[in-house]
């Protein structure tokens, strides 16, 4: 469905972003990406739907194929129009829009009227708190519930294949939990998924296939289930190997400090 | 106190059409984050065209023409400047306009000249008195159609698709594009829709008790600035409020323009500033305004 080629984005002609990335989005599947900060996740999902300008990036080299249609150099809407919906990082919910006019909002791109009835119908069944919460500013509502309404105002649109940027970020495990439930439930639907994610046991708990982003490069992929068990993923991203610790501790403290100064 | 009343209704009507053009003012900033200067030359390109294109075609037709031409004007300054201009700096777009709208006064100026060119409002020059109330019929009728066209507005902006797109793309343009939402779009309707509500503005702002379309009319138009900007940049309710306050306040001063003759004649005309400052010194961000207005 998705395929992606040794793809190079840069930002402002300098910052090499991503480098030489290939994957790809089987139809029906749950891919999950990982990595850390700055491991060029979230400039992956820029370039897939369109917005790498906003953020001065560039596609250097490589493609970006959803079946025969190449999406780089295309406009958000003419990706969303295609199929491709994301659900951005730290959810971007419009706060002072009520919940249903944020889910109208989200289907601005679907011009068919009958598939965003049936949409609407498909997200309030899906998740209930959105209908009982509809007048309400968007603002107001949970941090779970602002992730369940930005993930319905994405299916809105009827996507083909769904994006999403960290939906863990910043939520308690039981809501985690349940977001990793809903993400099997959007593809036992039909939707393809593309989950971009910090969290690896809900990640790789949920999804098919599986990438390890590390500056800017895939250093593993494979099997979800399989990847969970190698020794790097179970090290860096499940944090199953005590020996490790003292050693990740000082890492962090390292970016911290290049964090400050930066 | 009927004076009092008088110059209160006077105020309503004015204010009604400073809001007007505040209103236009306050959705360019939000769709395209521009802080618009051209408002007071396409206010006077309006009224020139509507009075122009009266005496040939008549004056209900001429005043379609003048809003055509006005909207299209304001859509032209977006597509080939502001929307080219994407990511330059609020105060270089701003002073860009300021550009643009000298080069539309100039060549108004030249066309005008020291004539007064008359628009033949069908309601005539005549006023309405309710006992000892009174009001120019131009005025009047000015704040039907401004009450209709404001309630449109805020209609269109809380239920139509327009405005839900229009209000997602303020508030965060980037997931506004991810849904799929064209900011393009969304901020070239924005002019349109401003050069409209500055046309209507102007047809009325031209007739009774002014004398017609003199280069004067730009002033009016400027002094909507201080309506905009003391309800609060990004809000129309605040453009509605601010426009009535301003329109009220500066009808006031020019009615008890003897009793305040200290102040020097033509008092009222700086009011509106006046009353911005005021306002701002105590609300920095206006009445209704977002307290934050720069994006991260």
């Not at chain 1, 098919?208 to 895939?218: F, I, S, T």
């Not at chain 2, 503005?201 to 309506?227: C, H, I």
């Amino acid at each position: 469905m998705l395929s992606i080629d040794s793809l190079h984005v840069t930002y402002g002609g300098a910052v090499q972003a991503v480098r030489g990335v290939s994957m790809e989005v089987p139809d029906g599947k749950v891919v999950a990406v990982l990595g850390s900060n700055g491991a060029g996740k979230s400039t992956l999902l820029r370039t897939i739907s369109g917005t790498l300008r906003l953020h001065r990036g560039k596609v250097d080299a490589g493609s970006v194929r959803l079946g025969d249609l190449d999406l780089v150099g295309r406009d958000p809407g003419q990706i969303v129009r295609a199929g491709v919906v994301q659900v951005p990082e730290g959810r971007r919910i419009f706060g002072r829009l009520t919940v249903e006019e944020n889910l109208r909002a989200g289907g601005m791109g679907n011009k068919d009227k009958a598939a965003k009835a049936k949409a609407q119908e498909r997200v309030f069944e899906m998740f209930p708190v959105l209908k009982e919460r509809s007048s309400q500013r968007g603002g107001l509502l949970s941090g779970g519930e602002q992730q369940m309404l930005a993930i319905g105002r994405a299916l809105m649109a009827s996507p083909k294949l769904l994006l999403l940027d960290e939906p863990s970020l910043g939520l308690a495990p039981r809501i985690i939990g349940q977001i990793g439930e809903v993400i099997a439930e959007i593809n036992r639907q039909g939707t393809s998924v593309l989950l971009v994610e910090q969290n690896a046991t809900m990640a790789l708990g949920v999804a098919d296939l599986a990438y390890v982003l590390d500056v800017g490069e895939v250093s593993l992929s494979g099997d979800a289930r399989e990847l969970a068990q190698t020794d790097e993923v179970q090290r860096l991203y499940l944090g199953h190997d005590g020996e490790q610790a003292p050693l990740r501790t000082s890492a962090v403290s390292g970016k911290k400090l290049s964090r400050w100064t930066a | 106190m009927t004076q009092f009343l008088s110059l209160l209704l006077n105020g309503v009507s004015l204010g009604a059409l400073y809001a007007l053009i505040a209103l236009g003012f306050v959705i360019i900033f939000k769709a395209s984050e521009v802080v618009s200067f051209t408002h007071g030359s396409l206010l006077l390109l309006g009224a020139y065209t509507i009075a122009r294109a009266s005496d040939s075609i008549g004056f209900f037709p001429a005043v379609l023409v003048g809003l055509a031409v006005t909207a299209l004007a304001a859509v032209l300054v977006e597509r080939l400047i502001i929307n080219r201009l994407r990511g330059a700096a609020v105060i270089s777009l701003a002073i860009v306009t300021i550009g643009v709208d000298i080069i539309i006064l100039t060549e108004m100026i030249r066309r005008i000249g020291s004539d007064i060119l008359n628009v033949p409002h069908p309601w005539g020059g005549g006023s309405f008195r309710l006992g000892d109330v009174g009001i120019s019929q131009n005025r009047l009728v000015a704040i039907a159609v401004a009450a209709v066209l404001i309630g449109l507005f805020f209609a269109a902006f809380k239920y139509s698709n327009w405005g839900i797109a229009m209000r997602a793309s303020a508030e965060d343009g980037e997931t506004a594009a991810l849904m799929g939402i064209k900011q393009g779009q969304v901020s070239a309707l924005a002019w349109v829709v401003a050069g409209i509500l500055a046309a209507v503005a102007a047809l009325f702002l031209v007739g009774s008790p002014t004398p017609g379309v003199t280069p004067a009319a730009y002033a009016v138009g400027l002094r909507a600035f201080p309506a905009a900007i003391l309800g609060g940049l990004d809000s129309t309710g605040g453009a509605l409020v601010g426009g009535l306050l301003i329109g009220i306040a500066e009808a006031l001063a020019a009615g008890y323009q003897d009793q305040l003759l200290f102040l020097g004649r033509g008092f009222s005309a700086v009011v509106p500033f006046i009353v911005m400052i005021a306002v701002l010194m105590f609300r920095p961000s206006g009445l209704f305004g977002t307290k934050e207005l720069t994006r991260v």
